[in-house]
């Protein structure tokens, strides 16, 4: 009894001394999102959103179908807690003792596949704390994404807006 009760102490006190960061969430499991217009409309579509909101664009490669767009701040007003968890464990704390950090920026891929009349899109958000703590991101952002992507590229209106 007294040898579980030992092991079960020390490895609570070693869960609390890992690295501070993480790997984001995995994004290789949610299917694209499906856009009934053109690559290139989807593509454009792609641009003027990041262009509308200022974020600026690291790379982009129109025959891979990929760009990358660097938020070095995220937008105020937004929620940030509900974007991703950051939270960050002090060195040589325990389980639970972890202080909530938010994110404070982003790195977007976005990958958009399609021919002239079909085309799919897919957004993966990196975001970070300060440069230095990896957060795992909940969705949100991307979803929300994608479906302004979806809507503008079909020239459909929506409802609401996505920052």
Request: proline share 7%; charged share 20%; with cysteine.
């Amino acid at each position: 009894m007294r040898t579980r009760w030992g092991s079960l102490a020390l490895t609570i006190a070693l869960a609390g001394c890992g690295p501070k960061s993480r790997p984001p969430m995995a994004n290789l499991d949610r299917p694209p999102r499906p856009v009934q217009a053109s690559f290139g409309r989807t593509w454009d579509a792609v641009v003027d959103y990041f262009a509308s909101r200022g974020v600026p664009v690291r790379a982009a490669d129109r025959a891979a179908g990929v760009i990358t767009g660097d938020a070095g701040q995220l937008p105020p007003g937004r929620d940030l807690k509900l974007l991703a968890n950051c939270s960050d464990a002090d060195e040589g704390s325990f389980v639970g003792a972890a202080r909530v950090v938010l994110p404070t920026s982003a790195v977007y891929t976005i990958t958009v596949r399609g021919d002239s009349t079909a085309s799919t899109v897919k957004a993966t958000a990196r975001f970070t704390h300060e440069g230095t703590v990896e957060c795992t991101s909940f969705g949100v952002w991307e979803s929300d994404f994608e479906t302004a992507i979806k809507a503008a590229a079909e020239g459909k209106p929506r409802a609401g807006a996505t920052d």
